[in-house]
């Protein structure tokens, strides 16, 4: 009963038991927070170089974000276990916004068509927000509910 109850919320792309959509997450989330901090960094600074960091930081954000997204993706169309809870959709629906977010912030970026002062900062606060939404309801999924965990559970 217990082997029926995991592959109900097992991950379906792993890596030897490895959920890969729990390895691809922290790239994206990493770099929006760098983005801030780079962003901070140039408010202080004036240093042009951080604003051009924070730029390649915001494309590696949103461009991790999509293969994390796609993986999810996948999880929640292969897996009944994933897609029957709410807090599934919960965390869905944040790690959406975090791309919408993290795709303005690099597209505005890369046209020059606003400065980094204050719209970049507030784009970035806004992303990290939603990282952190989208990464606590994503640990609460792993550790309330132990979605996507490939192990067997011992008497």
């Not at 930081?57 to 169309?77: D, N, P, R, Y």
């Not at 807090?87 to 597209?107: D, E, I």
Request: net charge negative; aromatic share 10%; hydrophobic share 60%.
């Amino acid at each position: 009963m217990a082997e029926i109850a995991a592959m109900d919320r097992g991950s379906a792309v792993a890596i030897v038991g490895h959920p890969i959509h729990a390895m691809l997450v922290h790239f994206p989330i990493a770099l929006a927070v760098s983005v801030l901090g780079l962003d901070v960094i140039y408010w202080l600074l004036g240093d042009p170089f951080f604003a051009r960091a924070a730029t390649w930081a915001a494309g590696g954000a949103f461009l991790t974000g999509i293969a994390a997204s796609l993986v999810g993706l996948v999880e929640v169309v292969a897996v009944p276990g994933i897609r029957n809870r709410g807090a599934s959709w919960t965390h869905a629906a944040a790690a959406m916004s975090f791309l919408a977010a993290c795709a303005a912030n690099w597209g505005l970026r890369i046209s020059d068509v606003y400065p980094v002062l204050p719209d970049g900062l507030i784009w970035s606060l806004l992303c990290t927000v939603f990282a952190g939404i989208a990464g606590w309801h994503g640990g609460k999924l792993i550790f309330d509910h132990g979605i996507a965990l490939n192990v067997s559970q011992r008497d």
